[in-house]
T-cell receptor, first 109, second 118 residues
Framework: EDKVVQSPLSLVVHEGDTVTLNCSYE??????LLWYKQEKKAPTFLFML????IEKKSGRLSSILDKKELSSILNITATQTGDSAIYLC?????????FGAGTRLTVKP | GAVVSQHPSRVICKSGTSVKIECRSL??????MFWYRQFPKQSLMLMAT?????????EQGVEKDKFLINHASLTLSTLTVTSAHPEDSSFYIC??????????????FGQGTRLTVV
């Protein structure tokens, strides 16, 4: 059965800290991995990763995929209270998009 | 990014009645739509995947007769919760993937529907 596992499930940091969120997967016919941020309702798209070793960057956020290790990390540097959210990792196979349990990040002032 | 509109955002219904939730892609054609359910403080659980013009593929444990999914056009998919019970109360959210977009195309989310069955 396809699995997407995120760690940690919960993380509390202070403003200015750097965090690394992990996502590992066991999926048949892997096609791509996506990161989303969910605050109140709908998840908002962060990154889509299809190739190993190529870092994607957007401001203080960056992410990279390791297909050999079947994993991805999401880094957030110089965290701000507005980064507090649930970060979801999702994996596409040929047809489905499945999510991990999410990491609940709390950034304290 | 593309816009997906989900309606209603919130609905309260009586036990035993049916509720229809609509998911529309407003500025693109969605060949694939995903329906998820989310319990409080939990992640999105895939219920079914629907491709336009064909029957939805349901995840194990999801009753297809209870959660009717119709994806009759490239811009509209509906989820009908039939004979709703209090345990069906949840947050339902759809996401849509564009025309010609395989798994290398991101999916866009609706705003979700909070269903409460009383």
């Amino acid at each position: 059965e396809d699995k997407v596992v995120q760690s940690p499930l919960s993380l509390v940091v202070h403003e200015g800290d750097t965090v690394t969120l992990n996502c590992s997967y066991e999926v048949t016919n892997f096609r791509s991995l996506l990161w989303y941020k969910q605050e109140k309702k709908a998840p908002t798209f962060l990154f889509m990763l299809t190739s190993s070793g190529i870092e994607k960057k957007s401001g203080r956020l960056s992410s990279i995929l390791d297909k050999k290790e079947l994993s991805s990390i999401l880094n957030i540097t110089a965290t701000q209270t507005g980064d507090s959210a649930i970060y979801l990792c999702a994996v596409y196979n040929n047809n489905d998009m499945r999510f991990g349990a999410g990491t609940r990040l709390t950034v304290k002032p | 990014g593309a816009v997906v509109s989900q309606h209603p955002s919130r609905v309260i219904c009586k036990s035993g009645t049916s509720v229809k939730i609509e998911c529309r892609s407003l500025d693109f054609q969605a060949t694939t739509m995903f329906w998820y359910r989310q319990f409080p403080k939990q992640s999105l659980m895939l219920m079914a995947t629907s491709n336009e013009g064909s029957k939805a593929t349901y995840e194990q444990g999801v009753e297809k007769d209870k959660f009717l999914i119709n994806h009759a056009s490239l811009t509209l998919s509906t989820l009908t919760v039939t004979s709703a019970h209090p345990e069906d109360s949840s947050f339902y959210i759809c996401s849509a993937r564009g025309l010609g977009g395989g798994p290398n195309t991101e999916a866009f989310f609706g705003q979700g529907t909070r269903l409460t069955v009383v």
